[in-house]
């Protein structure tokens, strides 16, 4: 593993029984992740974008090792500079590990105790990992809610007293508590109002700035997904389609799935609407996959091989890859000179 | 089909016959409240808009800013412990004996049979979420007749070949085996697809469409654009279009109103709105939308602070708090109202002459 990367995930598989009748029986399987691989360089913001389902949550949630993978790897650097496979450990081992990888979550209204006050939530991985004393954990609450925008007095208060841009921040608060290096943030920002969205997101960079963190950033938002991040990886089905940076993959797309979301999305210009060329179909069931490329039923593409080979993610150029057989014939968007 | 529509909006017997730009909706300072133990929440405060035959009017603004339930308060369906408290909604249509009127559709009783033939008829909804507008024990297709009988004279047999029909105009396929389909069995997007066969089933002259793609993927979403103007062309319906999502509005509507806590704080045709708005809100939105186009890491400007519930309505402009044009003594003394600052356009802030 590369020196500058803090995280490394190799060939990732997460398979959820599908169980039916009185028995539980096992009667297939819901290929949730299937086969990713990725890694993300220290300081840097990876980004995982698809539409729901694709395996994205799936994905965070075996990297912080909230539910164990069916196979694969997760490299992660420590804070010691060891490297160790977060799949293969066991809970007691991960444990003195976990304070340096932490979760942000979607929704800012479940995800806070509602009869916890904001300091008993924000020193939680404090308490957890029994660092400082009481007035030092106030000391320090007091100063993450200073670092997230929020006055320091607010640490008496419960969850209810705050809206949803500031429960964000308390989140993000509580995730920085125990100095991580590592931030995964599930759709941190999807149930937020745009006003509020665009705070959340500059303080998500301010401090990584400050801070040096590393994110791995969940979205089904391509624009959100754009605006912070150094990379993007597209997930479709369980797999990855495309990895890029975000005004390379958004131009320039190679994958005929990344075209399709690109041209789906509503552009803010009335001057120019769209005829525009949009993907049929629905997005396959990952317990009952298509054969092939799990695209070539939707795909405007697709050729015989497709029906029958799945296509390997391969570089086509330096720090871009993709998994379509076609992808270096295929020129997807129109290139303005310059 | 397209024809007889347009020619039902049009006045066939008496009456002062409007002009061909006169709106066939017009939502006028509207009031509607919740009591509820903690105080009163004035969820619409005064909001003011119009719908014209066969146009898009789409309705933007953040999250609690009054949407649902002004769009609900048209068709008097507003939850307890809400009510109407004030306000006009005037619609402009063609009774059955052909009669034109222009009438105050508030003054009716939400019960009475006028109310009901145009809830649902005349007007209908769909919703952000498809799956909890239909009933969960019975199949789609019977909700779909069942509906059609009620607005038509269909027998049970025809009403149900309409409903087949429909299911297939909307885009489902194998419609006649789909129709015995119970709504937990389709998809996100097959439902929306079934909720839209069942408002346009009615052959209403009004549809409102309160978030119908939010909950939806992006390609999804895409496709229900794409199909709910391709039924508006094809039956000459108006629509009332709610989203937050600015992108969604620069795609579908042809004039925009602009919410913000219960109000509305400007309206213009859409592109007027994109390219020269005057209210410190819209401008602020549209800036602080993240673009797919835009340099990546770059921070985005955004709007201070974050929407007051309406339960503490701030005084005067509600946006004042937030503003950056905010001039004091002025703002936080007066309410602006929406005044005329272009053709067709209106807007509601000080910063104007007239408001
Ligand atoms: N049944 C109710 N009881 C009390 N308050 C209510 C009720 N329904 C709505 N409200 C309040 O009225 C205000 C306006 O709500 P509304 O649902 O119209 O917002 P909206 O603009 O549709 O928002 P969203 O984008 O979240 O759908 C909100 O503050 C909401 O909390
Ligand atoms: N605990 C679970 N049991 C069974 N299936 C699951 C479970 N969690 C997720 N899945 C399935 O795995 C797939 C990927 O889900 P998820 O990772 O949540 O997607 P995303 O976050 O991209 O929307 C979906 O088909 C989902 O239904
Ligand atoms: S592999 Fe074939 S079906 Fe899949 S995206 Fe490429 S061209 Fe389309
Ligand atoms: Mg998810
Ligand atoms: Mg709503």
Redesign the pocket.
């Known amino acids: 593993m590369q020196e500058n990367v803090v995280l490394q995930v190799n060939n990732l598989k997460k398979y959820f029984p599908v169980e039916s009748g009185f028995l539980k029986r096992q009667v297939g399987e819901v290929r949730a992740v299937d086969d990713v691989s990725f890694a993300i360089a220290q300081g840097e913001t990876v980004s995982l974008v698809g539409e729901s389902g694709c395996g994205k949550t799936t994905t965070s949630r075996c990297v912080i090792r909230a539910i164990q993978p069916t196979g694969g790897e997760i490299l992660y650097r420590t804070e010691a500079g060891k490297v160790v496979d977060l799949a293969k450990l066991s809970m007691n081992e991960i444990r003195p590990l976990r304070r340096g990888f932490q979760m942000v979550f979607q929704d800012p209204f479940s995800s806070l105790n509602p009869r916890m006050t904001i300091f008993d939530i924000v020193s939680e991985p404090l308490r957890v990992n029994n660092i400082g004393s009481r007035a030092e954990r106030e000391d320090r609450v007091a100063e993450l809610l200073k670092l997230v925008g929020l006055r320091g007095e607010y640490m008496q208060r419960f969850p209810h007293a705050f809206s949803g841009g500031q429960r964000q921040r308390i989140g993000i608060a509580r995730a920085l508590a125990a100095s991580p290096r590592l931030i995964v943030a599930d759709e941190p920002v999807s149930a937020l109002d745009v006003s509020v969205q665009a705070q959340v997101l500059n303080l998500m960079m301010d401090l990584q700035d400050e801070l040096g963190l590393t994110y791995l950033f969940v979205s089904h938002d391509l624009s959100v997904v754009n605006q912070i991040s150094n990379r993007v990886i597209v997930m479709y089905v369980g797999r990855v389609a495309e990895i890029g940076p975000p005004q390379a993959l958004f131009k320039d797309p190679k994958h005929p799935y990344t075209a399709a979301l690109i041209t789906s999305l509503p552009k803010p210009d009335p001057f120019n609407r769209s005829d525009r060329q949009i993907p049929e179909g629905e997005v396959a069931n990952p317990a009952n996959p298509p054969s092939g490329c799990y695209f070539h039923p939707r795909c405007p593409f697709a050729i015989d091989r497709c029906r029958q080979e799945t296509p390997a993610l391969e570089e086509i150029a330096p720090g871009r890859a993709v998994s379509c057989h076609r992808a270096r014939e295929l020129q997807l968007f129109e290139q303005v000179e310059g | 089909m397209t024809e007889t529509r347009l020619r039902d909006a049009m006045p066939t017997a008496i009456g002062t016959p409007p002009d061909a730009v006169a709106p066939i909706l017009q939502v006028q300072n509207l009031h509607t409240h919740?009591f509820?133990g903690e105080g009163i929440?004035h969820?619409?405060d005064g909001a003011s808009f119009a719908v014209h035959p066969g146009k898009t009017l789409g309705i933007v603004?953040?999250?609690?800013?009054?949407?649902?339930?002004?769009a609900k308060s048209i068709l008097q369906i507003v939850?307890?412990?809400?009510r109407i408290v004030d306000g006009e909604i005037l619609y402009t249509y063609t009774d059955k004996s052909g009669r034109y009127r222009h009438e105050n559709i508030l003054s009716l009783p939400s019960d009475s049979r006028q109310m009901k033939s145009i809830r649902g008829g005349e007007i209908s909804m769909i919703f952000?979420e498809p799956m909890s507008s239909f009933s969960p024990i019975h199949s789609v297709g019977n909700q779909l007749t069942e509906t059609i009988r009620l607005h038509t004279d269909m027998d049970q047999r025809t009403a149900r070949e309409a409903a087949i029909e429909w299911l297939s105009r909307v885009g489902i396929p194998n419609p006649a085996r789909r129709v015995e389909e119970y709504p937990y069995q389709m998809s996100g997007g097959q439902c929306q697809r079934a909720m839209i066969a069942m408002a346009l089933s009615t052959n209403p002259r009004i549809l409102i469409a309160?978030?119908p793609t939010t909950a939806l993927d992006v390609t999804t979403q895409a496709q229900i654009l794409n199909l709910l103007q391709r039924l508006q062309a094809e039956q000459g319906m108006a629509m009332i279009f709610?989203t937050?999502d600015l992108g969604v509005i620069a795609e579908v509507a042809d004039e925009v109103a602009v919410?913000y806590l219960?109000r509305v704080v400007e309206r213009a045709p859409v592109q007027e709105i994109f390219r020269n708005p005057q209210h410190p809100y819209t401008r602020a939105l549209l800036t602080s939308i993240p673009s797919i186009e835009a340099q990546p890491r770059q921070r985005l400007p955004t709007i201070s602070g974050s929407i007051p519930?309406?339960?503490n309505r701030p005084p005067g402009c509600p946006f004042h708090p937030r503003c950056p044009e905010y001039m004091a003594g002025t703002c936080e003394q007066k309410e602006p109202q929406l005044a005329s600052v272009g053709t067709n356009h209106e807007v509601s802030c000080f910063l104007y002459p007239g408001c």
């Open positions: 919740f509820t929440v969820a619409v603004g953040e999250s609690g800013c009054g949407k649902s339930v002004a939850d307890k412990p809400g952000q309160d978030e709610i937050h919410m219960g519930h309406p339960q």
